[in-house]
């Protein structure tokens, strides 16, 4: 660096491994093409993951939970286990990655090339899920991160209620919350990724992006500069 006060001074970065806990949207939305493409949103997010995964230090640690991975999601207005909206037991356990070839890193592969897509979107149960259940337990002196992908529009409250349709889509806010209370009461930031067609969820043609901007940014990952209302969103549109 060059530059005032700076001029003169130089130094080198170093890799710290971090913890991640993958939370990925494989509802029925995401087997819809993406705009401007013959390809599913699904599709491009799991070819997108590996590469992702594949230029991870080998230092990381890494776990994921897919939701709700099943076929059927059922409806309900009252109050259900988590197991009937999310596939609990296909929760991959964090660990560290290693290097190429490593079993955990076929294990990542093998769960992506495993997603069973359909049903409804129960973002909120499946992110706490993976917190709780995954990354809190998860002992380690490295910071940990939960990572959010999803084309947007959470269509379960908390404990699987609702009809699991996109037309039926349920607010937002409560996710919002319990990413903040992630971040101030346990020091988790959790960064958000809005996959393809988050711009336009299906059925309502309604702009998603804002709610995942806003969670980014109560989450601690927001952009430099960033708007939650765009068009430089806070979250990775």
């Given at each position: 660096?060059?530059?005032?006060s700076?001029a003169?001074w130089?130094?080198?970065?170093?890799?710290v491994?971090?913890?991640?806990?993958?939370?990925v949207?494989?509802?029925?939305?995401?087997?819809n093409?993406?705009?401007?493409?013959r390809s599913?949103?699904?599709?491009?997010t799991?070819?997108?993951?590996?590469?992702a995964?594949?230029?991870?230090?080998?230092?990381?640690?890494?776990?994921?939970?897919?939701y709700?991975?099943?076929?059927?999601t059922?409806?309900?207005?009252?109050?259900?286990p988590?197991?009937?909206?999310?596939?609990?037991?296909?929760?991959l356990?964090?660990?560290?990655?290693?290097?190429?070839?490593?079993?955990?890193?076929?294990?990542v592969?093998?769960t992506?090339?495993?997603?069973n897509?359909?049903?409804g979107t129960p973002?909120?149960?499946?992110y706490?899920y993976?917190l709780?259940?995954?990354?809190?337990?998860?002992?380690?002196p490295f910071?940990?991160?939960?990572l959010?992908i999803?084309?947007g529009?959470?269509?379960?409250?908390?404990?699987?209620?609702?009809t699991?349709?996109?037309?039926?889509?349920?607010?937002?806010?409560?996710?919002i919350d319990?990413?903040?209370?992630?971040?101030?009461a346990?020091?988790?930031?959790t960064?958000?990724?809005?996959?393809?067609?988050?711009?336009?969820?299906?059925?309502t043609?309604?702009?998603?992006r804002?709610?995942?901007?806003?969670?980014?940014?109560?989450?601690g990952t927001a952009a430099?500069?960033?708007s939650?209302a765009?068009?430089?969103?806070?979250h990775?549109?």
């Amino acid at each position: 660096i060059q530059n005032g006060s700076c001029a003169g001074w130089a130094g080198e970065g170093e890799l710290v491994p971090a913890v991640l806990e993958l939370v990925v949207d494989v509802s029925g939305s995401m087997e819809n093409d993406a705009p401007g493409s013959r390809s599913s949103k699904w599709s491009i997010t799991h070819e997108a993951l590996l590469d992702a995964i594949d230029n991870l230090s080998p230092a990381t640690a890494a776990g994921m939970l897919l939701y709700p991975n099943r076929d059927n999601t059922g409806e309900s207005s009252r109050p259900r286990p988590i197991t009937d909206c999310v596939r609990t037991s296909a929760l991959l356990p964090i660990e560290v990655l290693g290097e190429t070839g490593s079993s955990q890193r076929e294990a990542v592969e093998q769960t992506l090339d495993d997603a069973n897509t359909g049903g409804g979107t129960p973002t909120h149960d499946a992110y706490r899920y993976a917190l709780e259940e995954g990354l809190i337990p998860y002992e380690t002196p490295f910071e940990k991160f939960m990572l959010l992908i999803t084309d947007g529009q959470p269509t379960y409250s908390l404990e699987c209620t609702g009809t699991g349709m996109a037309v039926d889509a349920v607010d937002p806010q409560p996710i919002i919350d319990e990413i903040q209370r992630a971040r101030e009461a346990e020091g988790i930031r959790t960064f958000v990724i809005g996959s393809p067609g988050s711009e336009r969820a299906v059925d309502t043609d309604e702009d998603t992006r804002p709610w995942l901007s806003e969670a980014a940014s109560v989450g601690g990952t927001a952009a430099t500069g960033c708007s939650i209302a765009g068009p430089s969103y806070c979250h990775l549109d």
